[in-house]
């Protein structure tokens, strides 16, 4: 664990690019020797670095100019994450994650007793975008097929392995079902494209910027998994990590003449395998983040090192079962290399310092024996901001580095920082390819934009390279001239909230990582505001009114449906935009949609949808910021607050607020639900790994909690809804860092997660509109999710109805709404006479078990052909018990003693109907129908009826005009008929 917080310390320690990086350097140097280390430590020293310069919302003014922060917004992701996952009282980060968690809570499920529901979560996007300075999620890798240039395989950190076999036009993801879904490199058999490898992990360290592993935000390696049927299942290979090891695998390859060596690159060394996975040996203890073969010469591996002050390319003459280190001659922190098959003997090193802006590019002509920088304008920071290399010497390169060679030309060579550079002499000079944004302040140029901060840069052939970055990936086929985006299609947002419409059943809000806020509307999707986003809301009354949110509290509103954000109506708060926290609370008042309150240090309401805002409370948290906000429907005076430790509460509208005892926990709140028609009645929800302790219930305004964790994994628990639906008892749903879970009633907590992928679910929404009611679920990693809900009872019964048959008997129809642990029915029956009340059993049905979805049920019973009947059902439980239905009683009708020759049904018709008929005697009789002239058009019976016998006979007319139709039932001493129309 000591060594994970050092790496991360380390990550941090150059993540953060200001001019005066040594001070930084100093500040967490010192925090570096003291332990033990922990959040807080490394908040106090970032904030108090960050104290001099005023920074607001990632900027800052320097000698009268706005500068972009480079890091501040990294920093806060971080912060942001893990402050909902530490120890609250000593600031400790998790010895567990939330792979471990989970596994220990499969491992402990008796599957035989479990309840389960049959949802099916069903995925909405994002998967589309407009790309440039917009875009749909980070990718980390690309490998390609070795035959066949339309398909290939990229791997993002938390959206999984994605597949396209038309380049680029379509995607399929490969690894749903997977526990981890973060991928770091991809190697595809060559002699079998079937076999697939990935390194599992995130190779850049989390998008909360944990690089050197420990404690990672997104995804530690579990190591190297396998699949050999093209990705639709996996298997862990001999190479496996425990994720709490914080090990990370950075580059994986294959050895180019024998697809069974294979070599792994990784923060505890290299490891080797001679059986195509099934063992590893480790063949080197340091940490090398890039590895490549010699072209031509599989003997010969080169690898570059990173870390605090390291400056080393590695080499193996003997494939990779020892290695020699060569120095760069500076001291740099992360290091990037690429080989060429059109001149074998070279390498190129691209190489950031400790402030992650450029040291420089380095090459080697004679195979690595010797190598020099080669770049020679070195006040030209190709890994900063700006198109002209200007801005300093800070940059993103321990985050964003990479580095290609052409295979043809290897004096072509591209890098990759937050811009994407080229060279065409060997890296001597180099122009812009394309930048982060088209803002003229640093896209002086005029260059293609392409989405910001680039992880991986690959040639498939010699005029085709791709890009991946923080928007997905992008390919360039004209030397970099023009970039096309080919990321629309894969689902691998990060998305922090969602708002959904409750007037418009396809619109959905939502705030993404990196990539702004996103409309999803009638199955489209649009790009509304840059940046990041944050909360969302949408009307419930007029969807034309949307709110979206920039980092902070910088509330947008949206008076046409999304079209456009141009009011700032947090900028209108008394004072000035007040600073909230990263993911600042805002609500809408369900009585009245025009009144919002919005959570800062204080509480601020607005009754004009944001034009004017008042105060709604004095200062409740002036250091941590309030982060959850609650209102009840029932009375829109009750509110709650919460920050992360402590929770308050007002009856009269924020007119008066008091403290509200929380129970005993060192995690912190995350999400607060009102009981839709109780204001007094709430839950809350708590982060962190601590076990049992993450649910609670309080039906007296917070005086009192209850703890209703039963059943739930021991996993942060991010958010939580309340299904006003269900009348009867309480049902809520929770997501946590893996799936969503639902509680009904007094039964214990169960996974709702049929569908989902294993990802972190931020928030939670429920749409009441439209005919049948859905959850829709914000996923960090893999978009947006929905699937049906219904009000679940252990057995719901909806309907129990019976007919009687014409060809006698009664039929028994009944329906379900929801099933819980439902074993079946008995179908029971009694005749209706006079003292008899003896009921026996008729029939038995089985039942579904489990659903949450209509079940429809049948039961015909033949023996009741006349008299009067009542029936009732006994449902079973799977445990033995049964409850009973209410009776329901049917007259099946008198034996016919006589002469009978009944209405057809239906009447009129098209263009088939039925005639019951019966006869006294058993005797001769004829049924036939005539038209309006009296010709005979068919005869439907011919031939002895049996006494006392009901007959059906069906007439079909599909060839017959519409008209009057006459059927007539004859036998030796009567006749008689009857009139029915027949309607095309």
């Known amino acids: 664990m000591k060594k994970a917080l050092f790496l991360f310390l380390l990550t941090l320690n150059n993540s953060f690019i200001f001019s005066q990086q040594t001070q930084l350097n100093t500040q967490l140097s010192t925090l570096n020797n003291n332990n033990p ?18 920074v607001t919302d990632g900027y800052y003014v320097e000698n009268g100019v ?27 980060f998790p010895t567990t994650n939330s792979v471990i968690e989970y596994e220990k809570y499969l491992n402990s499920q008796n599957n035989l007793n479990k309840i389960t529901y049959d949802e099916n979560w069903v995925n909405l996007g994002t998967s589309s975008s407009t790309g440039g300075y917009a875009g749909i999620g980070r990718i980390n890798c690309i490998a390609f097929h070795p035959t066949d240039a339309n398909t290939f395989w990229v791997g993002s950190p938390s959206g999984g392995l994605w597949k396209t076999t038309n380049g680029g036009s379509n995607w399929t ?113 340091n940490r090398w983040i890039d590895m490549e073969f010699k072209p031509g010469d599989h003997n010969t591996i080169y690898g570059s090192s990173f870390g605090y002050n390291q400056g080393y390319l590695a080499k193996s003459t003997n494939n990779g079962e020892s290695w020699s280190y060569l120095s760069i001659g500076a001291n740099g922190y992360r290091n990037e290399i690429t080989v060429t098959p059109n001149n074998p003997t070279v390498v190129y090193l691209l190489a950031c310092n400790n402030s992650g802006g450029l040291l420089g590019v380095y090459k080697s002509t004679n195979s690595g024996t010797s190598i020099s920088q080669v770049n020679t304008n070195t006040s030209q920071n190709m890994l900063g901001y700006y198109s002209d290399g200007s801005g300093g010497t800070t940059g993103q390169g321990t985050y964003d580095l990479c580095i290609a060679a052409s295979p043809t030309n290897a004096n072509t060579v591209y890098i990759g920082g937050v811009n994407t550079w080229k060279s065409s002499d060997g890296g001597v000079t180099w122009t812009i390819s394309n930048m982060w944004t088209s803002y003229f302040v640093y896209n002086k140029s005029g260059a293609p934009v392409a989405h910001a901060d680039k992880h991986t840069l690959a040639f498939q052939s010699g005029t085709t390279l791709f ?149 709604a409370s004095s200062v409740l948290s002036s250091t941590t910021k309030l982060r959850s906000l609650a209102i009840a429907s029932s009375n829109s005076n009750f509110l709650y607050a919460a920050d992360l430790t402590n929770m308050w509460r007002t009856t009269n509208g924020g007119t008066n607020w008091s403290s509200i005892t929380l129970p005993a926990s060192s995690n912190s709140i995350t999400y607060i639900a009102v009981k839709d028609d109780d204001p007094n009645t709430l839950w809350i929800t708590f982060g962190g790994y601590t076990a049992g302790a993450k649910v609670y219930e309080s039906t007296d305004g917070g005086g009192s909690w209850t703890n209703i964790s039963t059943g739930l994994p021991d996993l942060p628990v991010m958010c939580i809804v309340y299904y006003k639906v269900a009348t009867d008892r309480n049902v809520l749903f929770v997501g946590t860092d893996l799936g969503v879970y639902v509680k009904d009633g007094i039964n214990n907590w169960v996974p709702f997660n049929t569908g989902l992928p294993n990802v972190v679910v931020t928030e939670l929404e429920i749409l009441y509109t439209g005919g049948t009611n859905k959850l829709r679920a914000g996923t960090y990693g893999r978009g947006l999710w929905e699937t049906n809900i219904d009000a679940a009872l252990p057995v719901e019964l909806s309907s129990f109805t019976a007919k009687v048959l014409r060809s006698g008997g009664v039929k028994l129809d009944w329906r379900t709404e929801t099933e819980v642990d439902n074993f079946g029915f008995d179908v029971e029956r009694t005749q209706l006479a006079e003292n008899d009340t003896l009921w026996e059993k008729i029939s038995f049905v089985e039942g579904h078990g489990n659903s949450n979805s209509p079940k429809e049920y049948t039961v015909t019973d033949t023996n009741a052909k006349y008299g009067s009947f009542a029936y009732k059902l006994k449902q079973i439980d799977t445990d033995g018990d049964f409850e009973y239905s209410d009776v ?59 006494g006392g016998k009901v007959y059906e006979a069906v007439f079909s007319a599909e060839n017959f005009s519409s008209g009057i139709y006459f059927y007539i039932l004859e036998t030796k001493n009567k006749v008689e008929n009857r009139k029915m129309l027949l309607l095309k």
Not at 37 to 54: G, H, L, T, V, W
Not at 198 to 203: E, K, P, S
Not at 897 to 906: H, K
């Open 173 to 285: 993801n490969l690894n749903d079902n997977e526990l981890v879904v973060g991928v770091s490199d991809i190697v595809v058999d060559y002699t079998n494209p079937n076999i697939l490898y990935i390194a599992t992990g995130d190779r850049d360290g989390g998008s909360m910027w944990a690089l050197g592993g420990g404690q990672s935000a997104d995804n530690n390696s579990v190591g190297v998994y396998k699949s050999t049927d093209s990705g639709s299942t996996w298997s862990a290979t001999g190479l496996t990590f425990v994720n709490s090891s914080g090990v990370i695998i950075y580059r994986l390859l294959i050895d180019p003449t024998d697809n069974t060596i294979l070599l792994a690159s990784t923060s505890s060394g290299i490891y080797k395998t001679t059986n195509s996975g099934t063992s590893w040996t480790q063949k080197d203890p």
């Open 37 to 54: 280390k922990n959040f807080y430590e490394i908040q106090r020293s970032f904030n108090d670095y960050y104290a001099p310069y005023n």
């Open 888 to 946: 329901i009683e049917v007259d099946a009708g008198t034996i016919p003693n006589g002469f009978v020759l009944e209405q057809n049904y239906p009447n009129p018709f098209n263009p088939i109907t039925t005639i019951k008929f019966a006869v006294a005697e058993t005797q001769k009789a004829e049924l036939k129908v005539f038209d309006i002239l009296g010709n005979e058009v068919a005869n439907l019976f011919s031939g002895i009826a049996d």
């Open 66 to 92: 706005k500068e972009k922060a480079p890091g501040w917004k990294i920093f806060k992701r971080w912060e942001w994450y893990w402050e909902q996952r530490v120890n609250q009282e000593t600031g400790e």
């Open 467 to 615: 890009e991946g970055n923080d928007g997905g990936i992008y390919k360039t086929t004209d030397g970099g001239t023009s970039w096309i985006d080919l990321t629309n299609g894969m689902v691998i947002s990060q998305i922090y909230r969602i708002g959904v419409s409750q007037t418009s059943v396809n619109t959905v809000l939502t705030g993404l990582q990196d990539n702004g806020s996103k409309l999803y509307n009638g199955g489209f999707w649009t790009d509304v505001k840059g940046g990041d986003g944050m909360e969302c809301i949408v009307d419930y009354s007029n969807s034309n009114y949307m709110y979206a949110t920039y980092v902070r509290g910088q509330i947008s509103r949206s008076t046409n449906g999304g079209l456009s954000f141009p009011t700032d109506i947090s900028a209108n708060i008394p004072g000035g935009q007040p600073t909230g926290a990263w993911v600042t609370p805002y609500i809408i008042d369900p009585n009245n949609s025009a009144t919002l309150f919005a959570g800062y240090d204080q509480i601020w309401e607005t009754t004009n949808r944001g034009n004017t805002w008042t105060s």
